[in-house]
Nanobody, 122 residues
Framework: QVQLVESGGGLVQAGGSLRVSCTASGSIFSINAMGWYRQAPGKKRELVATITSGGSTNYADSVKGRFTISRDNAKNTVYLQMNSLKPEDTAVYYC????????????????WGQGTQVTVSS
């Protein structure tokens, strides 16, 4: 079993910054890509940013230049630094990871965290 636990969400004024973190734990053999998604009320979940195990990144156009994704492979942790936040960034932010487990290292599982609320006030 694998668990993803997010932390660091909260309330911030427009123009401010927040950093959210997500740590994977459990019977992990390897982690491939990690990423952040978000879902605002009444909207579909959308990709925010992803990062491969080698450090290659991908961002949604709406966050390019404002958000930075990074990871610490030794800690099985992915971070999302969010700067110049806008009210439209308000959403529940979910962590995602492609994980293989020790008992079946050749099989990859798509794992999700429980989400952390980010609210940006105008």
């Amino acid at each position: 079993q694998v668990q993803l636990v997010e932390s660091g969400g909260g309330l911030v004024q427009a123009g401010g910054s927040l950093r959210v973190s997500c740590t994977a734990s459990g019977s992990i053999f390897s982690i491939n890509a990690m990423g952040w998604y978000r879902q605002a009320p009444g909207k579909k979940r959308e990709l925010v940013a992803t990062i491969t195990s080698g450090g290659s990144t991908n961002y949604a156009d709406s966050v390019k230049g404002r958000f930075t994704i990074s990871r610490d492979n030794a800690k099985n942790t992915v971070y999302l630094q969010m700067n110049s936040l806008k009210p439209e960034d308000t959403a529940v932010y979910y962590c995602n990871a492609e994980v293989s487990v020790t008992i079946r290292p050749s099989v990859w599982y798509d794992s999700w965290g429980q989400g952390t609320q980010v609210t940006v006030s105008s």
